[in-house]
């Protein structure tokens, strides 16, 4: 019971009011159509980002939906249905229900999808952390096999790309393939969690693999075509059945009637213990990369970062840029780690030429495809004014 979904998932309707405002937002060309035309999109440049739907005037852009299948699975008593939440959701489903933008719903939220019927109801927090320490483990590997340190080689290229924006990585596919080396091998998190949830979690719940149903609750529209990508069938059923956007769970809650604002405040299942404050920030553009690089200063260093000033990494503009000097014990010299931070794909074109020609001066980019990272997704609540 899945879809097979990796394109298409952005489309337009047949009564586009043809303003044309669309293809100024769009990062890749994919939508074309004269002033007073319907205009269409060419799915093979899509990157599935969401940006024309929530920037269109009118509301005459859909995403494809997978409402349906959670609703059978949540029907079904043989599917145990478990969800996983990311981050940034938290903080916009309460705009669906009046409240001010920014109000942390959390508690309320984990209350409304366990009255849905999900048995399990997770954070994607921990994964996030998983995909941090896989990321800054990572980019270790990659600077000591550049140092050319014994037992590093052939570990991958420099700079390490950040994977977890799977509209970047459609984008680098699409129109740079020779910087896929480049990329980070890391799963995103919500991939880590539906790998996590066909293979750990069914031991530890006494369930069998086949009978999860593994949701995923996104602000993301692209993470729709990322949970049917081929590759990420890690158990032999595929990681993440289906996911929905903030807006669509919003939608689920009204539809079955529940009053969100009178919810009790409950707590999310616990996966495997506590994570850290580092995931929560990997919705904000420069939190991936601020993450990753406080793992790589500890385990190199063997000392935290706390004292060093990172802030340069996080702001709104389009591309940042910071140096930290890592101490590395083992080494017993500091090495300077420059960094870049890239928010909306339109703009990482330079860099990856800079790249590709050999005169690139980072060691680890970070890209995310919406302005501001994924607090500003595809999936997110629309503030439309004219109808
Ligand atoms: S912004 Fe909306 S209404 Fe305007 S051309 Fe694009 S799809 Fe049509
Ligand atoms: S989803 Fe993103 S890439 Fe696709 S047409 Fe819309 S803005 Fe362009
Ligand atoms: S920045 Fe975040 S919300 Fe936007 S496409 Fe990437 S993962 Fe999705």
Known sequence: MSTVLTQGIINVTSDCRAC?????????????????????????????????????????????????????????????????????VRVALGEEFGLEPGTNVKNKMYAALRRLGFKKVYDTEFT????????????????????????????????????????????????????????????????MFGAISKTYLPTKLNVNPANIYSVSVMPCTAKKAECNRPEFISSGYQDVDAVITTRELAALIKEKGIDFNKLPAEEADKFIGASTGAATIFGVSGGVMEAALRTAYEILSGSTLDEVDLKAVRGLQSVREASVEIPVKALGKALPVNVAIVTGTKHVDKLIEDVLAGRSKYHFIEVMNCPGGCINGGGQPIRREMH
């Open 20 to 88: 044309d405002h669309c293809t100024s937002i769009c990062p890749t060309g994919a939508i074309s159509g004269l002033l007073g035309q319907r205009h269409k999109i060419d799915h093979n440049l899509c990157i599935n980002c969401g940006q024309c739907l929530i920037n269109c005037p009118f509301g005459r852009i859909e995403d494809a939906s997978m409402v349906d299948l959670v609703k059978k699975a949540l029907a079904d008593p043989s599917k145990f249905v478990i969800v996983q939440e990311a981050p940034a």
């Open 128 to 191: 996030a952390d998983l995909t941090i320490m896989e990321e800054g483990t990572e980019l270790i590997g990659r600077v000591y096999g550049a140092l050319g340190v014994k037992g590093y080689e052939n570990k991958g290229p420099l700079p390490q790309f950040t994977s977890c924006c799977p509209a970047w990585i459609k984008y680098a596919e699409d129109k740079y393939p020779k910087i896929i080396p480049y990329l980070s091998t890391a799963k995103s998190p919500q991939q």
